[in-house]
């Protein structure tokens, strides 16, 4: 069973950073992509930056230039810097991998409130 453990979520105020990691266990893991989206109330679910096991990186229109989103392959763990938070960014965040087989997981998602 793979599971995705999310970390770092918090409430900071605007302009201030904070860094998500997800810790990936469980057998045959081997993701292919690994990457977070997140989900603000009252909306639908959207990518925020995805990253290739080769260290390919796609990232949202609105978080590009601020977010950056970094691989650890030997501990199957993703971590995403956000910097420059805005309001806007206040949403629950989720953990996404695909492995080879493209199955698709998620994390449980971890809470992040940007004050104004």
């Known amino acids: 069973q793979v599971q995705l453990v999310e970390s770092g979520g918090g409430l900071v105020q605007t302009g201030g950073s904070l860094r998500l990691a997800c810790a990936g266990s469980?057998?045959?893991?081997?993701?292919?992509?690994m990457g977070w989206y997140r989900q603000a109330p009252g909306k639908q679910r959207d990518l925020v930056a995805t990253?290739?096991?080769?260290?390919?990186?796609n990232y949202a229109a609105s978080v590009k230039g601020r977010f950056t989103i970094s691989r650890d392959n030997a501990k199957n763990t993703v971590y995403l810097q956000m910097n420059s938070l805005e309001p806007e960014d206040t949403a629950v965040y989720y953990c996404y991998g695909q492995d080879y087989r493209l199955n698709d997981y998620w994390g449980q998602g971890t809470q992040v409130t940007v004050s104004s």
């Open positions: 990253i290739s096991r080769s260290g390919s990186t």
């Open positions: 469980g057998t045959a893991l081997n993701m292919r992509v």
